[in-house]
């Protein structure tokens, strides 16, 4: 769940960093599924008599702050943004794809973890999409 959290505040920070209407929109609704990924995961473990604690992890804050400088010195380039963006979806994917497998996993919470690894997985593809039209040659030599 920290890494929902993570997601959440990398994507509000990348949208911060982009120009393009288009990609901040994107990196925006990619936030607030991270935060609605949050809240299914806390009812979740709250259902299962759990304890919820919210927090970031600190390499993500400090992922963030890299963005920032990042940001700074190469005039905020969005290929960049997204390709970290992307990078840290596919980590989540599969943290997912892992969780989902776990056999003593209560079918209410797999049902929870597949819904959030499929919306994860298009986001991935959308993320290389925008990729690909901001870098059309790039991406054509890395196919």
Same mark, same amino acid.
């Given at each position: 769940m920290t890494k929902d959290r993570d997601a959440t505040e990398g994507y509000i920070k990348?949208?911060?960093?982009?120009?393009?209407?288009?990609? *901040?929109? !994107?990196?925006m609704r990619f936030a607030n599924q991270r935060i609605d990924f949050v809240e299914g995961l806390k009812k979740e473990i709250e259902d299962l008599g759990g304890?919820?604690?919210d927090r970031t992890s600190v390499m993500s804050t400090m992922h963030r702050i890299w963005m920032d400088i990042r940001g700074t010195f190469t005039g905020k380039d969005e290929s960049i943004i997204l390709n970290e963006c992307l990078r840290g979806e596919e980590a989540s994917l599969k943290d997912y794809e892992d969780a989902?497998?776990?056999?003593f996993l209560p079918e209410s919470s797999r049902i929870v973890i597949e819904r959030h690894r499929k919306a994860v997985a *298009?986001?991935? !593809?959308?993320?290389?999409?925008?990729?690909?039209?901001l870098e059309p040659e790039t991406a054509e030599m890395s196919k």
């Open positions: 990348a949208s911060e960093n982009v120009s393009d209407p288009d990609v *901040k929109k !994107m990196l304890d919820y604690k989902g497998s776990n056999e *298009k986001s991935v !593809m959308e993320l290389k999409k925008a990729i690909q039209q």
